[in-house]
């Protein structure tokens, strides 16, 4: 019989897929590297949604592990990287470009080194469960690219948005930095002993930070001649 925890991830997967779905279509008729990105970082998400459903039930092999520990870290950059396009829009474009090339090489670094690695020792996840803080990984890849990824791209994803609703007091800044912070939270929870909160709690932010996506892509935006404003 199957645990709700995995039906919970499993629903996170397919919902995802169908956010990721409704970004590739806005994509296409609007154009936009954000609607890109965001898509691309949903689509990370029912990857790793499902692989968190599959280890719930059949437990973890050294494949799934990496696919899944690839887009958990993958996925917070590239939704960063969506709002870095979004609130550089008719400015700053260096930044835009440099963040963008950033997670592009340090996402196909490490999935080069994960494809060097060879099988994991799986030894430390015996029977099924959620996996929390790359326990199967080597030191290394543990130490840096949860940094260079997820972190980065969860300050990014935090402050950017906040920082929008400052200037424009639109509503879809407060969402995206609220949905990121459910992530993070959900995140730590899992880490200090609450794993079964993971999946639901993903599952509620990455709606959230979809709705706000929504808002921000749909809301008008002002270009000024001085360059400034968004």
Do not use: C, N
Request: charged share 10%.
């Amino acid at each position: 019989m199957l645990s709700i925890t995995a039906w919970v991830a499993w629903a996170a997967a397919v919902v995802s897929l169908g956010l990721a779905g409704s970004m590739i279509k806005r994509w296409a008729k609007r154009g936009g590297a954000h609607h890109f990105w965001w898509a691309a970082s949903f689509l990370l998400y029912t990857v790793a949604a499902f692989g968190e459903g599959y280890a719930l039930v059949w437990g973890w092999t050294s494949a799934i592990y990496k696919i899944y520990y690839y887009a958990a870290l993958v996925l917070v950059a590239t939704m960063a990287a969506g709002e870095v396009d979004l609130l550089g829009r008719g400015r700053r474009g260096w930044a835009r470009w440099t963040f963008t090339a950033y997670v592009v090489v340090v996402s196909l670094v490490f999935l080069v080194h994960l494809i060097s690695l060879g099988p994991l020792d799986m030894t430390r996840f015996r029977g099924a469960g959620t996996a929390i803080g790359g326990e199967a990984m080597p030191g290394l890849v543990r130490a840096w690219y949860p940094l260079l990824l997820s972190m980065v791209g969860g300050v990014i994803l935090i402050v950017g948005p906040l920082w929008s609703w400052w200037e424009t007091r639109q509503p879809s800044g407060l969402l995206i930095a609220f949905g990121a912070i459910i992530l993070s939270a959900a995140g730590s929870a899992a880490k200090t002993g609450y794993p079964a909160l993971l999946p639901i709690s993903e599952l509620v932010g990455i709606l959230i930070i979809w709705l706000g996506v929504m808002r921000a892509g749909s809301a008008p935006r002002t270009e000024q001649p001085d360059g400034k404003g968004e």
